[in-house]
Nanobody
Framework: QVQLVESGGGLVQAGGSLSLSCAVS????????MGWFRQTPGKEREFVAG????????YYADSVKGRFTISRDNAKNTVYLQMNSLKPEDTAVYYC???????????????????????WGQGTQVTVSS
């Protein structure tokens, strides 16, 4: 059974940093696109960042560009999200997600499309205080 497990969330002051991890078990996603999304109560889940199966390409929402960095360690079957210069509006539950098919290349339109992702983690809470 495939499992994506996020960790690293918590409470941080504005301007601070957090590093999230997403560990995958049950199958390998070393050759599949993966992404991070976030959601606040009453709002739709929104795209944050994505990384290609090779790790060579990354894509970010405008709201986090220059502050967040996505990376992956295929040997550990893990994807990371380094979040710097955090703002109160970054407060949300953060989810990692994976596309099932290996060697898939996402277009610009694909990255923020929730339907392009087949597996989701349970989420980790990030709270940024002002």
């Amino acid at each position: 059974q495939v499992q994506l497990v996020e960790s690293g969330g918590g409470l941080v002051q504005a301007g601070g940093s957090l590093s999230l991890s997403c560990a995958v078990s049950g199958r390998t996603f070393t050759n599949s696109p993966m992404g991070w999304f976030r959601q606040t109560p009453g709002k739709e889940r929104e795209f944050v960042a994505g990384i290609s199966w090779s790790g060579a390409s990354t894509y970010y929402a405008d709201s986090v560009k220059g502050r967040f960095t996505i990376s992956r360690d295929n040997a550990k079957n893990t994807v990371y999200l380094q979040m710097n210069s955090l703002k109160p509006e970054d407060t949300a539950v953060y989810y990692c997600a994976a596309h099932w098919a290996p060697y898939t290349s996402f277009s610009t339109r694909d990255w923020p499309d929730l339907k392009r992702y087949d597996y989701w983690g349970q989420g980790t809470q990030v709270t940024v205080s002002s």
